[in-house]
């Protein structure tokens, strides 16, 4: 605990975009990210998941070594750098390099002009990373570029514009539009070609000369003044009191050690990856810290004969540079363990984590997934300990092995970690398997290390480790003790699988399940691993050891990290027209410069309003239970706190065709709201929020699945139903019937920008402002009306941009918005509400689990008679929108087929999940992977490739769809020939049945798939749109519409249509918002068709406006 009287804090002395920062007060609490965002107000950084893992938060960190004198510039995400910890650094955010008032940055530029941005939210950290790179390799390779980028998300653009920005960088910049097609688009008239005869098409998307070149040496300089603070051989020991944490920066090895003797139980905080993600995702809390970061004495890498000794405190991207270095000027023999490290050092986690992660810390959190540890242990890697008391050496190996269980002493401290080399007769691997390359925890990674009797495939030492299959690194030691003495052979590969096995168990309630697939890869690894060394062996001893068999070479090859590469052909615009008229140009989003200088405003951004409050909910932990009682009383006692809001204070309706806004009485699902707090600050509301006592009593049945719900009958409105023919009769004729089903599972939005809202009462005759990232104003509209029980005309909701939606918006900002509006309306105060990234996941749901079940009837040449569908989607807890999400999936699942006689059937599962909701197709992935799944399932049948049973089935005439609307098949049979055509489709699918052949271990595939997606909803008043336009006296337009921006370039459009019309340069006409006070009861902005019902929406509105005008 901190000490009673605490002891006086340093200032803290810091650079901030080449401003000299100097806090009094700093907070050990505080990261950089909030110091930035809500001390600074620099919002261009930005917030989206809080845990280093999306890149959103992206700065460059620039730090001087008095040792080496060198400046070292790299990326780290700030919501994981701890304020403290900046002393002496310069920090540059997105608005240090660049601002459209100003002059924008060639990196910022490039982003936005190549199309690499959408909705913009994560637009500045690619720029910061992108941005750091250059600082570092003016010209880096198309390989660093995607390195640098490995640790930044991006959830609109499918990365492929982004990365092509970065590589007008790239030495070897090559951003043919064309590459890979063995044409170049230069080659090209003005970048034009003919497709057929008539149609004449573009792949220019940009044009490369206008950018403004990047010149290095026009990059800001080092702050001297921190210079002089790093070489000052007076440091002492800097002290940051916060209200809760102490912080301890020690300047010297001996006061570290003081220090960790004094205070065993403070962590020791360098890269705070660990640190810092376990107080977010666990809610760790550390009274004391001490923060050696940045000590040289812990940052140096020495080598001898018979190794390398690396300091605790390099960062892993300084040893994987170091590595890289070492394995190319060394002999491959005496780098053995370097190159098995370094396998994983360019994959662990995105390059700003690895920027800031330590070894010393990484060894020391023993993390189950670490990727390093394996590799240290089974390389015979050694710790160095130090203490007050003296030193000692541990083999890495022992932090984990149960039975010499070593752990590190009170007062000790990992100096350094020797890596010795490894025999002749040695050899090492490392492997991981993760749902991502980069990025992305291993599901299980190893470290294996054999060592054979000199000249024989005698076992001598053998050690296996795993990852991800317990509490912390695992060694199979039994397995290993029992091997040695055996040949190198397939007998013993057999008996090591077998006892691997045996000796380690994973539990089925292991921490992210998939315990069959984990054993799986246990031996698949074991297998590699023997392929591995029985190649070694072939190249130690040709004569006595052969080469393995041809086939399984492929088995040891790794999946290359590419870089992404595409062409965009879109149709040329005719020579004829005007040149200001922007329709079918390829232009950049209206909004792009913006998003890539942080200089675009979301509602995450809007800047703090007086008196406002902030607010933190208390979400359910039972699925379905009664509620029998809310204790708020320690919560309202809680600094800060001005009052806990529950159902009962919904002035008007709380169940709102069944979208519960406070629980009452009763929870249905884990995460729904119960009550909220609101306070002075969001740390004080959320700590009062865990101090509500909610007394739950668990109620029967609790509906999780959807198999659940069908045994329960369990669902939400009635059956939808769509049928056509005589699906009976065809079935006793048919050649073939098969039945199956399939299980789609649900998704995450994760949209980036997480949701919020600001909500203020006016004062004045109930009105109430609400400013929230929707895809459907109209509706946050309606709800906070019925909550609050006032008419509609009373609220006033604005949306500018959202940070991606992706459906997730189109519902959940209204039931958000109540939820404030009602704590506005009782605490008469402004209220904040923003999700953090976990509780958006837990509360907002997502995408809708699909069961499908299926009987088909087809003939034996693979045409299909009969289809009979039965649909069952996971709705979860309350309607929201699981009626229209069945209805699509029962309206759009004939796809691109005709099938005479068809019957599709739909039901919603009520459960006690959190409600799903609209999610980009609203239904019709799912529904459409059922259908290709059971077209599959008859070519397989017929022994005919898919694509010719797709081709055989599609539709061909002209005939109706299923929402009556009149459908000509004609243009999806020419799109359908000419993918075909253009992707080469059967020659790949010929060399791909070939490398089949030759390849046992490693298999490849190519699909093709037609789709028909219409356009329709079942309630036509749904399709409505207006628009509003303002035309001042000196020519500028204002035009407002129904459509919400977000990152589908959207209002981009609306400027193309307006130029058109009023044949006035795009200049003039400017969007400003979406609001309810502009255009009323618009439609939301989803299911594809924001753009054709707002656009002409503002046609008509210009027409109507140009017609009168000539008129009078
Ligand atoms: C988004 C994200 C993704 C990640 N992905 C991966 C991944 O794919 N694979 C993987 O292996 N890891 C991954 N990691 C984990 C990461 O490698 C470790 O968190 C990191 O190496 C810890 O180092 P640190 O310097 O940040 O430790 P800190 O958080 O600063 O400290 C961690 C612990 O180590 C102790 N400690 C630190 N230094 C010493 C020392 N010298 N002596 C004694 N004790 C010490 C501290 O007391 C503390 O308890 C990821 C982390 C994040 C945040
Ligand atoms: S990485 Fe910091 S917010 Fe996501
Ligand atoms: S543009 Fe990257 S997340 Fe939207």
């Known amino acids: ?25 700093a907070d050990p ?163 034009q070609f003919y497709l057929e005869k008539k149609e004449k098409m573009c792949t220019k998307l940009y044009d490369e000369s206008e950018f403004r070149p990047f010149d290095p040496s026009q990059e800001p300089i080092f702050p001297p003044e921190l210079i002089r603070m790093a070489e000052d051989p007076h440091k002492k020991t800097l002290i940051f009191c916060g209200e809760k944490i102490l912080w301890m920066s020690p300047t010297n090895m001996n006061e570290v050690l003081e220090l960790r003797m004094k205070y065993p139980t403070a962590p020791l905080v360098m890269g705070n990856t660990t640190i810092g993600l376990n107080a977010v995702l666990k809610g760790e809390f550390h009274p004391m810290i001490i923060s050696p970061v940045g000590l040289t004495e812990l940052n140096f890498v020495d080598f001898t004969d018979d190794g390398m000794t690396i300091g605790a405190g390099c960062t892993l991207a300084e040893i994987k540079d170091i590595l890289t270095s070492t394995v190319s000027e060394e ?47 089974a390389g015979k890697a050694t710790l160095n300990l130090i203490s007050k008391e003296g030193k000692r050496q541990i083999l890495v190996e022992e932090l984990f092995t149960t039975s010499l269980k070593e752990e590190l002493r009170d007062g000790e401290v990992i100096y350094s970690v020797v890596i010795p080399q490894l025999s002749r ?57 029992q091997l040695i003495g055996r040949q190198w052979n397939d007998e013993m590969l057999s008996e090591a699988c077998r006892l691997v096995l045996d000796e380690i168990r994973i539990p089925p309630t292991a921490v992210g399940g998939m315990v069959e697939y984990k054993r799986t890869l246990i031996i698949s690894f074991i297998f590699k ?123 008007g309706e709380n169940n709102i065709d069944g979208e519960i806004i406070y629980a009452e009485n009763e929870v249905i699902c884990v995460g729904q709201i119960v009550c909220a707090v609101a306070a002075d600050t969001y740390s004080h509301a959320k700590q009062a929020a865990e101090k509500v006592k909610v007394i739950y009593e668990d109620v029967e049945p609790q509906i999780i699945t959807i198999e659940d719900a069908i045994k329960y009958n369990s669902f939400f409105f009635k059956e939808k139903k769509i049928e056509k023919g005589n699906i009976d009769r065809a079935f006793y004729y048919v050649d073939e019937i098969i039945e199956g089903e399939i299980h789609v599972e649900g998704q995450e939005h994760f949209y980036m920008e997480t949701q919020s809202v600001l909500v203020y009462p006016t004062g004045e005759d109930e009105e109430m402002v609400i400013h929230t990232g929707t895809q459907y104003p109209t509706h946050v509209q309606d709800l906070v009306a019925a909550v609050l029980g006032v008419p509609r005309n009373r609220i006033m909701c604005h949306m500018k941009r959202a940070g991606g939606a992706f459906g997730g918006k189109v519902t959940k900002p209204a039931v958000l918005g109540a939820v404030a509006a009602v704590a506005a309306h009782k605490t008469g105060h402004p209220i904040r509400f923003h999700l953090e990234r976990g509780d958006d996941m837990l509360i907002t749901a997502g995408r809708h689990p699909l069961l499908t079940k299926y009987k088909i009837g087809f003939m034996k040449n693979g045409l299909i008679k009969a289809v009979d569908l039965q649909y069952y989607t996971n709705a979860g807890c309350t309607p ?77 005439t002209v005939n109706r769809t299923a929402y009556k609307e009149l459908y000509n098949p004609e243009p999806l049979l020419k799109c359908w020939k000419e993918c075909l055509e253009k992707s080469s489709f059967q020659s790949r699918k010929a060399a791909i049945e070939e490398f089949n052949k030759k390849n ?90 924001g753009t054709d019902i707002n656009g002409r929406a503002v046609q008509v509105r210009f027409l109507s406006i140009l017609r009168s005008s000539s008129l009078s």
């Open 1 to 25: 605990m901190p000490s009673p009287s605490p002891p006086q804090s340093d200032h803290l002395i810091f650079f901030v975009n080449g401003k000299k920062v100097v806090e009094r007060h």
């Open 29 to 191: 609490e505080m990261t950089l990210l909030f110091y930035l965002r809500k001390v600074l107000c620099l919002t261009g950084t930005k917030y989206g998941c809080g845990t280093g893992s999306c890149g959103a938060c992206t700065v460059m960190i620039s730090k001087y070594n008095p040792d080496t004198k060198k400046i070292r510039h790299y990326s780290a995400t700030a919501c994981l750098v701890p304020l403290c910890s900046l002393y002496g650094a310069a920090v540059t955010t997105v608005e240090g390099i660049g601002s459209i008032k100003t002059r924008i940055h060639p990196v910022q530029e490039r982003l936005a002009k190549c199309h690499g941005t959408q909705c913009g939210f994560c637009s500045p950290g690619m720029v910061m990373s992108i941005y750091t790179l250059l600082r570092n390799y003016p010209e880096p390779t198309t390989e660093q570029l995607m390195e640098t980028l490995s640790g930044n998300l991006c959830r609109c653009t499918g990365y492929r514009p982004i990365v092509e920005s970065g590589k007008t960088f790239c030495e070897e910049s090559t951003v043919c539009q064309l590459q890979g097609t063995g044409k170049c688009c230069m080659d090209q008239e003005e970048n």
């Open 331 to 377: 002999p491959k023999e005496k780098t053995k363990t370097y190159r098995a490290l370094l396998k994983h050092l360019r994959t662990l986690a995105g390059q700003q984590i690895r920027n800031m992660a330590t070894l010393g810390g990484h060894v020391a959190s023993k993390h189950d997934y670490s990727d390093i540890n394996p590799i240290l242990a």
């Open 425 to 481: 007769w040695e050899i090492i691997t490392a492997q991981r398997q993760a749902q991502h390359l980069e990025n992305a925890f291993a599901i299980v990674n190893a470290g294996m290390r054999v060592q054979f009797r000199e000249g024989t495939n005698t076992i001598k030492d053998l050690k296996m480790f795993f990852g991800r299959v317990g509490p912390t690194t695992v060694s199979a030691s039994k397995t290993c003790e």
């Open 529 to 651: 691993f023997y392929l591995k060394v029985l190649r070694e062996l072939h190249k130690l001893d040709p004569r006595r050891y052969p080469e393995i068999p041809e086939n399984s070479i492929s088995a040891l090859e790794e999946f290359p990290i590419r870089a992404p590469q595409g062409i965009q052909m879109f149709q040329c615009v005719d020579p004829h027209q005007p040149p200001q008229d922007p329709v079918g140009h390829p232009i950049m989003h209206q909004s792009g410069l913006k998003h890539a200088t942080g200089e675009a405003v979301y509602n995450v951004d809007l800047p703090r309003v007086d008196e406002e409050l902030l607010l933190a909910v208390v979400t359910s932990s039972r699925a379905h239970a009664k509620i029998l009682s809310i204790d708020v009383s320690e919560a309202l006692e809680f600094p800060g706190v001005v009052d806990v809001i529950t159902a009962k204070d919904v002035p």
């Open 880 to 956: 929201d929108e699981s009626e229209r999400v069945i209805e699509y999936i029962v309206l759009k699942s004939e796809t691109a087929y005709d099938i005479p006689n068809y019957r599709c059937r739909g039901r919603a599962c009520k459960t006690n999940l959190p409600s799903n909701t609209a999610f980009r197709g609203f239904g019709f992935p799912q529904g459409a992977l059922a259908v290709e799944n059971y077209i599959t399932a008859v070519a397989f049948k017929c022994g005919l490739p898919p694509e010719k049973v797709r081709d055989m089935n599609m539709s061909k």
């Open 1000 to 1089: 046992y271990w490693k298999k490849k595939g190519i699909s093709i798939i037609p789709m028909k997606y219409s356009i329709a909803v079942p309630n036509g008043y749904e399709t409505q749109a207006a628009s509003l336009v303002h035309i001042y006296q000196d020519g500028s337009v204002l035009v407002a519409h129904g459509g919400c921006e977000l990152g589908q370039g959207l209002y981009t459009k609306m400027i193309q249509v307006a130029s058109r019309e009023l044949k006035i340069p795009s200049s003039y006409i400017y969007l400003s918002e979406t609001s309810t006070t502009t255009v009323p009861n618009a439609s939301y902005t989803a299911a594809s068709m």
